[in-house]
């Protein structure tokens, strides 16, 4: 489309148009994406809403991701199988600016949100602050509106004029501009790559590091009274909590690793259009460095929230009511059994 060419980087016109057979393979494979993200982050929040115990202050941070997640699979996704099969951007600017500006916030909202739960997990492990006093709904909702209009901020500067978005070299997809060498382009790609990429993952390694190696410390010294035969409950039931505590930490950093692995090929992407030989990226190379990252919409709610112990039970209970539901009145008893069956596990937020 002639319409297309204005917001396509004079640099993609070096290349000849992607083959339908790729394109056709992206929409199909975005298609089954799209369905494991919306079902797996949808049945995430459906829980969270259907379960009071599980909207602690903590849990209000990991529903956030669910949320940015799901709003991606719902509204970019569509657009993109879409292009994928007319294999071409048939929405022109406006939309284009939507589907990037929409991209960049969930994208920002996802580290910003691991970030504040790794600063949260370490107040509440390591410094010990409000480990038996959770933290004040209203403190949790406050944190997450910051995280949100400091994502925004970020992703919408763009079309206020630092830098621009544009049609991928697929086009099929869009991005902000990084092929651009003029000091807006690299004032704003270094700004965002330092403060919303570099800096969260460098305050979430170290929290985590200081959060295992407290529970290492707190796991020998409660091991030590382990074969006493005076052992009261208070301290098993300090056992308990610190694997409970290791486990939740161990959930939290292989998500922060699988966030970093699947942004960081687009990163690298980045960092070679500005600085490095651009002959080096092409269409397909920056297409997949762009479909890595959003994958990550679909392992989040799996990595957290469908194997954590809390949540996992929850909707084990969620799906298994629904079914019954469907059944009908002649399961009631075997569903109380099974609820109360499911409602056993431990406690491991705050």
Request: charged share 15%.
């Amino acid at each position: 489309m002639t319409e297309n060419l204005s917001f396509l980087h004079p640099y993609w016109h070096n290349f000849e148009k992607v083959s339908s057979t790729y394109h056709i393979t992206i929409g199909i494979m975005m298609v089954f994406v799209t369905i494991g993200a919306v079902a797996g982050n949808g049945l995430v929040v459906w829980s969270f809403v259907s379960f009071r115990s599980l909207r602690t202050s903590s849990n209000v941070f990991i529903i956030n991701l669910s949320v940015a997640n799901l709003m991606m699979s719902l509204i970019d996704f569509p657009l993109l199988i879409i292009a994928s099969f007319i294999q071409d951007w048939p929405f022109g600017k406006t939309v284009c600016d939507v589907y990037a500006t929409l991209t960049g916030l969930c994208g920002l909202v996802t580290i910003n949100s691991l970030t504040v739960i790794a600063v949260d997990r370490y107040r509440a492990i390591v410094m010990r602050v409000n480990s038996a006093d959770p933290a004040p709904k209203w403190k949790t909702y406050k944190a997450t509106l910051v995280i949100w209009t400091y994502a925004f901020i970020w992703a919408i500067s763009p079309v206020m004029g630092w830098n621009k978005y544009q049609l991928e070299g697929v086009r099929t997809t869009c991005t902000f501009d990084y092929l651009t060498r003029d000091k807006r382009t690299i004032s704003f790609i270094v700004a965002i790559a330092t403060f919303e990429f570099i800096i969260p993952v460098i305050v979430i390694i170290l929290a985590y590091f200081k959060i295992v190696t407290a529970m290492i410390v707190r796991r020998r010294n409660l091991s030590m009274s382990k074969h006493s035969e005076n052992a009261s409950l208070n301290i098993r039931m300090q056992r308990y909590r610190v694997r409970a505590e290791i486990r939740t930490a161990l959930i939290i950093i292989g998500l922060v690793c699988l966030f970093v692995v699947s942004w960081l090929p687009y990163t690298v992407t980045a960092m070679i259009g500005l600085f490095g030989d651009q002959s080096l990226i092409t269409p397909y190379l920056s297409s997949v460095a762009g479909l890595v990252a959003k994958t990550s919409t679909v392992f989040n709610p799996i990595v957290y929230a469908i194997i954590h112990p809390k949540f996992k039970t929850k909707i084990k209970s969620l799906v298994y009511r629904q079914s019954l539901t469907q059944t009908g009145p002649r399961s009631r008893v075997n569903s109380r059994i099974s609820s109360n069956k499911f409602s056993t596990s431990g406690n491991y937020d705050r």
